[in-house]
């Protein structure tokens, strides 16, 4: 065997280089038509130590960056502040560790601080949001609560409820301040406080007009309504408890139809078919509820009856899983690229409808 010809090597060169333009040209569109920065292979699912666990196969790997174990480690972070409810000193350590990580990934972050009425007396609670502004106007919000329900006489850590959801909401965020170049659309994504009931149950305390629950979310809804960006606001996707280690998600029946068929055939697409099921989750209220009474298109990705440690001292991290919280990162980064494609010609036919 011989050296090659520096003619041969040029053309090597150009052969690499053709086959890297059509890997781009393939992979590229599931990152908003940009590359991620320094984008390290993602590691390998630790394995499951837990007895509930039946041993995950491993993944494809899915070229959205989403990093199951970076997940993780910010789930694993918050259970390790203890139980986290509103007002207390543990969910301000969570909220400025969200802060921080959300910010070194170079987004917009903003912190809105009030005051709610709740059983309990008047809690400060404060909503995060970090941004990603895109080319318009037009947001796509992606939410998590991040408080854990308070319990008097019980260490409630919340692994699926919430640390799960808010280390892939973290993660998510990570992937999304990695791209080059501006979205076409705003993502924002949105940790809301005070999701959970004060009162044993959801609906114990309160009234419909001041409920005992989801006071972040009611409280964002409203300040869209002042600043007048309801308009602006095309759709929520809402995590909640999506980090069991045996995933299976179905079908919340007041979610919005369309968006969630978006989200479950996107899913499926992944290969997640045996997550993604048709089955009917009914889950009696949560976060996405205030965005569909504002006439904001929303969907509620929950595990809640077939998740056995719900509410429970042992919703502890060996009940989740990092490819778990991967499958559902993948999911949600793929769905928010056809909700872009769906905004972007929405637009281009009403501006053909209505030429200037
Ligand atoms: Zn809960």
Not at 177 to 183: A, I, M
Request: charged letters at 30%.
């Amino acid at each position: 065997m011989t050296h090659g010809t520096s003619r041969d090597r040029s053309r090597h060169r150009r052969i690499l280089t053709r086959a890297c333009s059509v890997l781009l040209l393939v992979f590229v569109p599931l990152l908003f038509a940009a590359c991620p920065k320094n984008q390290k292979p993602p590691r390998q699912p630790r394995v499951g130590v837990s007895s509930d666990a039946t041993p995950p196969k491993p993944l494809p790997p899915i070229p959205t960056g989403f990093n199951g174990e970076r997940a993780m480690d910010h789930a694993r972070k918050q259970i390790e502040f203890g139980p986290r409810p509103p007002g207390s000193p543990e969910l301000e350590k969570t909220r400025r560790y969200i802060v921080d990580q959300l910010n070194s990934y170079g987004l917009k972050v903003t912190v809105d601080e009030f005051t709610a009425k709740t059983p309990h007396g008047d809690k400060k609670m404060a909503n995060i949001t970090a941004e990603l502004s895109g080319e318009t106007k037009t947001t796509i919000l992606v939410g998590s609560h991040y408080d854990t329900k308070f319990y008097k006489d019980m260490q409630f850590v919340g692994a699926n409820d919430p640390a799960a959801s808010v280390g892939t909401l973290i993660e998510i965020g990570r992937v999304l301040g990695s791209l080059r170049d501006k979205p076409k659309v705003t993502v924002k994504l949105v940790f809301f406080d005070g999701e959970e009931a004060f009162c044993e149950n959801w609906s114990d305390c309160g009234n419909p007009d001041n409920p005992d629950n989801t006071y972040g979310s009611r409280h964002y809804v409203a300040q869209l309504k002042a600043k007048k960006e309801i308009e602006d606001t095309y759709a929520l996707i809402l995590l909640d408890m999506i980090g069991y280690k045996k995933l299976e998600l179905g079908r919340d029946s007041a979610s919005s139809r369309w968006l969630q068929d978006l989200i479950w055939e996107t899913g499926r697409e992944l290969g997640h078919g045996k997550v993604f099921v048709d089955r009917e989750e009914g889950i009696g209220g949560d976060d996405h509820e205030p965005f569909l009474r504002a006439g904001i298109d929303a969907v509620d990705i929950i595990q809640l009856n077939s998740y056995p440690h719900w509410h429970k001292a042992d919703d502890t991290i060996d009940k989740i899983s990092a490819q778990s919280m991967k499958i559902v990162g993948d999911t949600v980064l793929a769905s928010l690229l056809k909700l872009q494609d769906r905004i972007t010609k929405d637009t281009d036919e009403k501006n053909r409808s209505n030429p200037r």
